[in-house]
């Protein structure tokens, strides 16, 4: 504590009679990171005031329920004091609701509520919100797509982060999103050194390093170094990105700096139409009415093509039209 007794018994006095001010002045004496018991009194005092209306102790009842400081931990609870702060304007929460809604945690995800949240944070200029409204607006979560918003936000949390090891579970890396703006001229001129150095940091291990695996493989093909191409395909591929498993299915098909494997072909074609992607249904469907990698079988080619259609595939649409021919009265 930084007061003296006969300072905090005055302060005592003063939360007691029920002085906002002191209440969390005194629960700030109390506080503590790592005492759970001299937390129980910090919580205490935290609480009246918060009770009150005072927005920096209902965040910090937040952080006390999320963090089992002085309380059991109670992550419902906790987004109910950062809600009420965040209600009252505080950027901090602002943020930590903004980042519940968009992930999901604990509310049901929410994009727009995150968007509207973490504008108002960022609005305040604080920083880390920065990032998932980046996010909000390269991926279409909440508003419309606009990569040059996109890139001015996650840039700047990138440089607010930068040489510092301060990520923590509200915020996440952002190397994927800026290799590819870089990489395709989205929101920033392109420049590949830095969509490179990007990409090669997003694949070590961050949550996005599945589709940074994907776009450097893609890198390495334009190259026309096949046999990184493929390691790096294989990698993003084994880690369930739909787009690397067609790509390396449309390899092995063809026969594109590796001996034709259609088996091959069909288990990377089959992996990626359990998760819709149109091209592998149209190229899986291929496969069973030429009888390449798996038994010759129309009607099941037929079904493929026209789940492919669904998704829009031009080609699945002149295939079905091909095969309605073959097999009149739609008699599949």
């Known amino acids: 504590m930084s007061l003296n007794n006969e300072q905090i018994q005055k302060l ?14 005194l629960a700030w004496e109390y506080f503590s990171y790592f005492d759970f018991d001299i937390n129980i009194e910090a919580f205490k005092w935290f609480h009246m005031a918060a009770n ?17 400081l002085g309380v059991t931990r109670d992550d419902v609870k906790s987004f109910k004091w950062y809600l009420s702060s965040a209600k009252l304007n505080d950027k901090e929460s602002l943020f930590i609701v903004g980042w519940h809604f968009y992930k999901g ?23 880390p919100a ?5 996010y909000c607006y390269f991926y279409g979560n909440g508003t419309k ?29 952002c190397y994927y999103e800026l290799g590819y703006m870089y990489n395709y001229g989205l929101g920033v001129q392109q420049n590949l050194d830095k969509a490179w150095d990007f990409l090669c940091e997003a694949s070590d291990g961050t949550p996005n390093d599945m589709k940074a695996e994907y776009e450097i493989a893609k890198i390495y093909e334009e190259d026309n170094d ?27 098909l063809q026969g594109i700096g590796i001996e034709p494997d259609y088996h091959k072909a069909f288990e990377w074609f089959s992996k990626a139409a359990e998760q819709k992607n149109s091209d592998a249904l149209y190229e899986l469907g291929q496969l069973y009415l030429t009888g390449k990698g798996v038994e010759k079988n129309i009607n099941t080619a037929l079904e493929l093509f026209l789940k492919s259609l669904e998704k829009g595939n031009e080609k699945a649409k002149n295939a079905v039209k091909i095969l309605f021919g073959v097999l009149p009265n739609n008699n599949a």
């Not at 920065?130 to 980046?134: D, E, V």
């Open 130 to 134: 920065k990032l998932y409204l980046g």
């Open 226 to 252: 096949i046999e990184n191409a493929i390691e790096h395909y294989t990698k993003s591929a084994d880690k369930g990105v739909s787009l690397a498993q067609c790509r390396l299915g449309q390899l092995y």
């Open 52 to 68: 009150s209306g005072n927005t920096e102790a209902q965040k910090m009842l937040g952080y006390m329920y999320h963090n089992g």
């Open 12 to 25: 005592i006095t003063l939360a007691e009679s029920g002085n906002i001010e002191a209440q969390v002045d």
């Open 145 to 173: 797509i606009n990569y040059a918003k996109a890139f001015k936000m996650i840039s700047e949390y990138y440089h607010f982060r930068k040489g510092t090891c301060d990520f923590d579970e509200f915020t996440d890396y």
């Open 105 to 127: 945690y604990i509310v049901k995800q929410n994009f727009d509520k995150a968007f509207e949240y973490l504008f108002l944070s960022v609005k305040q200029n604080f920083e």
